[in-house]
């Protein structure tokens, strides 16, 4: 499995990506906002573009479908309750579906609510396993819930879909946010040694150039950490009614609210 991370530059930060079979040079276009970019990266590369997907059905992920469907001939495929939602679906989605692009690629879909209701995340079935995580979970910080979603169902997607994953599990998200994220994560908890590490590390760097896995999620995302005691502690600064003893549920629950206005 070959990816390519599409840095757009746009005023978004998205992120578009390629997903090839390095024997057939077939290729999947995850969100493609920027079709143009994506097609001609592909060109360049020599691949054939026959599916296009989107994690969910928000405009700065959907709004280059048509125009690469026209460049392409791919099919569109979304989650099945989007069709609706997603110009140009052809192919509707639910949990448990696997993906296959040429000989040997293969990502199971994830049905991950939150960020919207109609959310999926895919997971390659691959050595080293890769999750494309759309707007549900970026690089040290989690996707909100404004326009569509539900921070409980963005809650039960962590702790149920992402919690068991190997920690060797590398992210791709949807846009770039780390640095943001990574001064959140340090507002929340400042002894936080690898957050700090890291983020000094950005300043300079290209975007991009940092692709986290799990383990690193674990010690950098404070949607990850909610039973360090710094981050509760702190948390009931801004919620005195916060519990002595709060379940994790509880804790990110009121993260997610206070990074809604941070």
């Not at 949990?95 to 199971?108: A, F, P, R, S």
């Not at 959310?119 to 910080?141: E, M, Q, R, V, Y």
């Not at 896995?213 to 009931?236: A, G, V, Y």
Request: proline share 4%; with cysteine.
């Amino acid at each position: 499995m070959i990816v390519e991370q599409i840095w757009t530059g746009n005023a978004y930060r998205n992120y578009n990506y390629l997903i090839a079979c390095p024997h057939t040079g077939e290729a999947l276009a995850i969100d493609p906002l920027e079709s143009h970019m994506c097609f001609n990266k592909a060109k360049e590369k020599g691949w054939n573009i026959t599916k296009i997907l989107n994690t969910h059905e928000h405009g700065d992920h959907t709004g280059g479908n048509i125009s690469l469907v026209k460049l392409t001939g791919a099919e569109v495929m979304a989650h099945e309750g989007a069709s609706t939602n997603i110009p140009g679906m052809t192919t509707g989605l639910s949990e448990g579906d696997v993906i296959k692009i040429g000989k040997e690629v293969e990502l199971e879909v994830l049905d991950t609510p939150g960020h919207t209701m109609t959310h999926i995340c895919l997971l390659s079935k691959t050595d080293k396993p890769a999750l494309f995580s759309g707007d549900t979970l970026f690089n040290a910080g989690a996707g909100n819930c404004h326009n569509g979603g539900h921070p409980e169902e963005l809650y039960e997607t962590f702790n149920k879909k992402f919690c068991n994953l190997p920690d060797t599990t590398l992210i791709y998200p949807g846009h770039d946010y780390l640095k943001n994220n990574l001064e959140f994560t340090l507002d929340r908890e400042p002894n936080n040694d690898q957050a700090l590490k890291l983020l000094n590390s950005i300043r300079n760097s290209e975007v991009g150039s940092v692709i986290t896995n799990l383990k690193m999620e674990n010690d950098i995302n404070t949607f990850f950490r909610l039973s360090n005691n710094t981050i509760i502690d702190r948390l009931r600064e801004n919620f005195p009614e916060l519990s002595s003893n709060p379940s994790q549920k509880e804790v990110f629950l009121l993260l997610r609210k206070l990074r809604n206005k941070w």
